[in-house]
């Protein structure tokens, strides 16, 4: 049977646009019949071509341009020579192929997995996932109480000052006024004392004081005798 009549209808080998020696190189024909249908499972062009490249009597191709269709153009070296290129860029082509699917499947297999991360809280544990809230709200609860506290210690020391100043009778509103019995008097006045002995103390101004009684002094008679 000539080898023109049984070329196949799926091919691999663009033998149209190669040298006519090319219709003539067996070997070209047995790899496109092996890695395509009904041989091959249907697949896309890429799965075929990579399929042909690995055939084993074209792999001469990839060392020269001897040991496939040596027969077929021995009249032709151009020929061969210019087959033998085609060969080449095809793999050159079909690997670089493989290599872009792949990095492609692993860089959506990659965005798919930070993507579940992402959707499952990001992995980790709880705390290494919010340490920013814990610290934001420690910060907040330190802070209130410092104002609490900070609150209470000026309340605590401004009202020590105000019964000091109401004990010594300075600071004291225009509405209250000290009366004669060292007592505060007006309105919101407190029960406090301002005698004059003891006066910057609490209580009662005698209290604490009391006069000495004066000592009589006798009275010289000159008119009586010892």
């Given amino acids: 049977m000539d080898l023109v009549a049984r070329a196949p209808v799926t ?9 006519s020696c090319a219709v003539q190189c067996g070997p070209l024909y047995d790899a496109n019949g092996a890695c395509v249908p009904p041989a091959a ?8 071509d990579n399929c ?26 151009a020929g061969l020579s210019s087959i033998q290129g085609w060969f ?3 793999c050159n082509k079909a690997a670089a192929a493989v290599t872009t699917s792949s990095s492609s499947s692993t860089s959506t297999g990659t965005s798919s997995a930070d ?6 809280g990001g992995g980790g544990d709880w705390l290494s996932t919010h340490w920013q809230w814990v610290i934001m709200i420690v910060i907040v609860v330190v802070g209130i109480a410092g104002i609490w ?7 605590r020391k401004y009202l020590k000052k105000k019964d000091r100043m109401y004990e010594l009778g300075k600071g004291l509103p ?16 407190r029960d406090s004392n301002y005698s004059n002995p003891g006066m910057f103390m609490t209580g009662p ?8 009684p004066k000592k009589e002094r006798k009275k010289w008679n000159v008119t009586r005798r010892t």
């Avoid at 091919?11 to 040298?19: D, E, G, H, N, R």
């Avoid at 993507?115 to 499952?120: D, E, G, M, T």
């Fill in 88 to 90: 080449t860029s095809l």
């Fill in 11 to 19: 091919t691999v080998v663009p033998f149209a646009s190669l040298p």
């Fill in 52 to 77: 042909f490249c690995a055939y084993n009597k074209l792999q001469p191709f990839k060392q020269g341009t001897s040991g496939v269709c040596d027969t077929a153009c021995v009249t032709d070296p």
């Fill in 149 to 155: 506290v900070g609150a209470c210690i000026w309340r």
């Fill in 205 to 212: 101004g005698g209290a604490g004081y009391s006069e000495k």
């Fill in 41 to 48: 499972p249907a697949a896309d062009e890429t799965t075929y």
């Fill in 174 to 189: 225009s509405n209250i006024a000290v009366n004669t019995q060292g007592n505060l008097v007006g309105p919101g006045a």
């Fill in 115 to 120: 993507s579940n991360k992402q959707a499952n």
